[in-house]
């Protein structure tokens, strides 16, 4: 389960340190693909195998499958963290999500978001100051 935000920062050759609580987690690779929100999601590879079996369960006819099959899988790239617990991210993930220097790895229970600092600091703000309760009614909590 992946919980919390981690501040880190993308080296000159665009590795990212994954934090440290989960290295051992992710130590047999991890797989990252283009988010929604102009983000990044990094699942495990258990994670992104249940998730890829969902998917390819769901008929190819569908058009809204296609697209999300599409967008998913032609952005993911399969990665194995280095000896101190880096992964190199390419540059055209980096560019979608508008990672350079400082990002925030957010915990997202079963993935983690890859969020440039800036954005991440406009997606909490949006979110830490609604006080509109009844948005989160139809989650049942």
């Known amino acids: 389960m992946f ?11 665009g590795r990212l ?6 290295r051992s987690v992710l130590a047999d690779g991890v797989v990252v ?15 992104w195998n ?3 079996g969902r998917i390819s369960q769901r008929p190819l006819s569908d058009q809204s499958v296609r697209a999300f099959r599409r967008r998913v ?6 990665l194995n963290p280095d000896k101190q617990g880096r992964i190199l991210l ?3 993930l ?8 400082e990002v925030v790895v957010a915990g997202n229970f079963n993935y983690m978001e890859i969020w440039s600092k800036t954005a991440w600091e406009g997606v909490r703000e949006s979110i830490e100051s609604s006080d509109d309760a009844e948005r989160w009614a139809d989650l049942g909590i």
């Not at 340190?17 to 989960?22: H, N, S, V, W």
């Not at 693909?33 to 994670?47: H, I, K, V």
């Not at 899988?73 to 399969?78: E, I, L, W």
């Not at 980096?94 to 220097?101: H, L, Q, T, Y």
Request: aromatic share 14%; charged share 20%.
């Open 17 to 22: 340190t994954i934090p440290a609580k989960y």
């Open 90 to 92: 390419p540059q055209y």
């Open 73 to 78: 899988f032609s952005g993911a790239v399969d």
């Open 94 to 101: 980096r560019d979608f999500a508008g990672i350079n220097g």
């Open 50 to 52: 249940a998730l890829a």
């Open 33 to 47: 693909t283009r988010g929604f929100d102009q983000n990044l999601m990094l699942f495990s590879q258990e994670e």
């Open 3 to 13: 919980l919390g935000e981690f501040l880190h920062s993308i080296d000159v050759k």
